[in-house]
């Protein structure tokens, strides 16, 4: 998606078989522009928009929802939207949606007012904005266990249930642990593990557009080097131990109980 979309002008922006809406919000206002870069924020794609060569202080938002499908061919059915775009082929980004859960607008930049979930998302794991201490505030600041601390996207975007099992591992986090109370030093282990486990998530996927999909739920080509998630009653590659699963924030979770020591139970 990247590659041929970054420097491409917005000719023309149709709604098609979709009512006009919040979630289509201000496509016409595309029209003109140029796509900056292709940029990611979780399950969000951000691509900044120019017009003559400056920044317009406008940006297109896209989330994909459960079924949203971007192309550069049209689809067979269930099309939302479809842009136009100048010169060399492919001339036109379509965007389908079966269930209508998706997003694609036109916003002005960082005033994500309608957009909630995107407000309250972390910096990207991969973007140099996301420190450890940047992620030590941002799990002081959380009243939950770690594992729906990440699960939130608030401390950091982009670690969706599985990475969340991968990097708690890598890191000897237990995912009950209270996300306030990690020490320093378990910040930093944490912070590395996500930096390596998404890095080699998307050298596994190849492209931005795979690694968006890849957030978005799927794991595709990585899910061969996965050490704990879905491996419960196997030994964990580290110590032997079998690798448990248990339920945090409704949502299957695996560990190691003896790399991953569980939080002391009080009373
Ligand atoms: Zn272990």
């Not at 608030?154 to 969706?160: D, I, T, Y």
């Not at 991968?166 to 593990?193: D, K, S």
Request: proline letters at 7%.
């Amino acid at each position: 998606l990247a590659p041929w979309l970054t420097g491409r002008t917005v000719v023309s922006a149709s709604l098609v078989d979709a009512v006009p809406g919040p979630k289509y919000a201000g496509l016409e206002r595309a029209v003109g522009q140029r796509v900056r870069e292709v940029t990611r924020r979780g399950k969000f794609l951000l691509l900044p928009l120019q017009r003559e060569g400056r920044e317009s202080g406008d940006e297109l938002v896209i989330h994909l929802g459960m079924t949203g499908v971007l192309s550069h061919r049209a689809p067979g059915a269930h099309l939302r939207v479809r842009l136009g775009l100048d010169g060399s082929e492919p001339s036109a980004l379509y965007f389908s949606d079966v269930r209508r859960f998706g997003r694609f607008m036109v916003v002005r930049s960082d005033r994500y007012d309608g957009l909630p979930t995107l407000r309250a998302l972390g910096p990207d794991a991969l973007s140099p904005a996301f420190t450890p201490e940047l992620l030590r505030a941002a799990l002081a600041r959380s009243g939950a266990p770690v594992k729906a601390a990440l699960l939130s996207q608030r401390p950091v975007a982009g670690v969706g249930n599985i990475y969340a099992d991968e990097v708690l591992w890598r890191a000897r986090v237990h995912p009950l642990r209270p996300a306030r109370r990690l020490t320093r030093h378990e910040t930093i282990a944490l912070h590395g593990a996500i930096h390596e486990v998404l890095t080699a998530a998307v050298e596994a996927q190849g492209t931005t557009l795979y690694d968006y999909r890849t957030v978005a739920g799927e794991v595709g080509a990585y899910r061969e080097r996965l050490s704990v998630y879905d491996h419960a009653g196997e030994p964990c590659p580290r110590c032997g131990t079998p690798i448990v699963k248990l339920v945090v924030a409704q949502r299957g979770t695996h560990a190691c109980p003896s790399c991953q020591r569980p939080p002391r139970r009080r009373g």
